[in-house]
DNA sequence: GCCATGCGCAACCTCCTGGTTGCACAGTTG
DNA sequence: CAACTGTGCAACCAGGAGGTTGCGCATGGC
């Protein structure tokens, strides 16, 4: 695992329920802080903020401090990479399906 | 990793490099064998197989056994749900794609 | 000035992930 | 049949992810 690309490293920030429910509150309501984030969640503010690190080290969010409090919030340009991929694999197995002759068998796929 | 959300999972399984290349060449060139998965890759095909074990957990990939050979293909149905899941994030509107995750595969706002 | 919140750091623990090696078994092919 | 190739299974290991607890420090409200 030495290089990581940075979809897989948007997508492993987004592969963990507890950070997907951040991203999705931090979607819906905005800015928000760690300990506003660690009520209703079921694991502690410590691990909010891990999450939260994990999730900003993937550029998926940024933290800006207000005072006392530290807002994290949504970076939705970061979210086109994983976009165009999930966009393109689709094409991609669009293409692959077609070059599959039409007439000749329709065996499943190329010889291995 | 059992209960997780669907779309969590998938994300998950899309979250290591190596299986992000796996997708990305089963997307391309239709299904392929462990065996020939792991010529060019830089890992045993042991790891290869279980990666593919997660996709398939995740439901991304089938397998068809034809003979020796044991093809994994991908399903992009499964993609939909994370598509919708980035679509619903950017523009806001969330709420509705995924509060709770069913045993079939959540399409819905896949065809274009 | 004092107290209550909120944040940051660090130590620590457990368990799963990612990876390897080794070998046995199943089909293919000559 | 015998050799070769592809799969499957199991044991095993190192490391990192996820989580907790505890404490010290800053900040804002009274």
């Known amino acids: 695992m030495a290089r990581k690309p940075a979809v897989a490293e948007v997508f492993f920030a987004l592969g963990h329920g507890t950070r997907l429910a951040i991203v999705r509150r931090l979607g819906v ?43 994290y919030a949504l970076v939705p340009a970061r979210l086109a990479a994983p976009r165009a991929f999930l966009d393109g694999l689709a094409a991609g197995w669009d293409r692959a399906v077609d070059k599959r002759s039409p007439r000749g068998a329709a065996r499943g796929t190329a010889a291995p």
Chains 1, 2 share one sequence.
């Open 29 to 71: 309501g905005g800015a928000l802080s760690a300990t506003t984030l660690s009520r209703g969640a079921k694991v502690t503010r410590q691990a909010i903020v891990k999450h939260l690190q994990v999730l900003e080290g993937a550029g998926l969010v940024t933290s800006e401090r207000l005072g006392k409090h530290v807002l």
